[in-house]
């Protein structure tokens, strides 16, 4: 079955540093996600993709965070400088949504833990 | 603003009980439902996925169940075992806008052998 891949697995930095995660869709997918989940809670939206178009990052701390989606298909997020909040699950997601009312399941990558000291 | 319950935040049953997960959500107008499970430091597995226009959804020893007019959906486990032990994650679609998913913060399942 096919998988979206995610790297690196586990990430951990000083603060103020710069990092980037990488992730790539199930192939097919016009729709990818990043997620963040800390410990303890649901995973929450920061930015949602449609082919190489944004269409919500109304959630991305856009000051520190940024994502991009160049061919629409793989993608980076970036977070510079990181911050000790900024400890937490990044997952990146994929489904075959286009647009309207469908009812397309999600599908998630391992994701990659990040730890800021 | 679409919130999503979930309760209780963790349960412990012995090997081979039924047992039944809640979801709540606050408001009504969604396009569909997911459950997921989530093994610890892993990433989330999609297990059912029900439209608003269901009632239930079936695979294997899972059973879900949505009443949209309400808020609720119930995730059935039956005869339950250890491999089913992990944490399990409620979300709904909001109708409108892009398909962005709304989280609970999971139920944190343990089966005892």
């Known amino acids: 079955e096919a998988e979206v891949a995610q790297s690196p697995r586990y990430k951990i930095t000083e603060k103020s540093q710069a990092v980037a995660f990488w992730c790539d869709p199930i192939?097919?997918?016009?729709?990818l996600y990043w997620y963040r989940q800390i410990l303890g809670q649901g995973p929450e939206l920061l930015v949602q993709f449609q082919d190489e178009s944004v269409v919500d990052d109304s959630q991305l701390p856009k000051d520190r965070f940024s994502a991009e989606r160049l061919k629409g298909v793989d993608s980076t997020l970036k977070i510079q400088p990181a911050e000790l909040g900024d400890s937490a699950m990044y997952l990146c997601a994929s489904s075959q949504w286009t647009g309207g009312s469908t009812n397309s399941p999600l599908h998630f990558g391992n994701g990659t833990r990040l730890t800021v000291t | 603003k679409q919130e999503v319950t979930q309760i209780p935040a963790a349960l412990s049953v012995p090997e081979g009980e039924n047992l039944v997960l809640n979801c709540s959500f606050t408001d009504s107008a969604i396009y569909n439902l997911q459950w997921f499970r989530q093994d610890p430091g892993k990433g989330l597995t999609s297990l059912l996925l029900i439209q608003s226009s269901q009632r239930e959804q079936t695979s294997g020893r899972l059973n879900a169940s949505l009443d949209k007019s309400s808020g609720r959906s119930t995730l059935y486990i039956a005869a339950s075992q250890p491999g089913d032990s992990a944490t399990y994650l409620c979300?709904?679609?909001?109708?409108?806008?892009?398909?962005?998913?709304?989280f609970g913060k999971g139920t944190k399942l343990t089966v005892n052998p």
């Open positions: 979300a709904v679609r909001p109708q409108g806008g892009s398909e962005k998913l709304v």
């Open positions: 192939s097919g997918h016009a729709t």
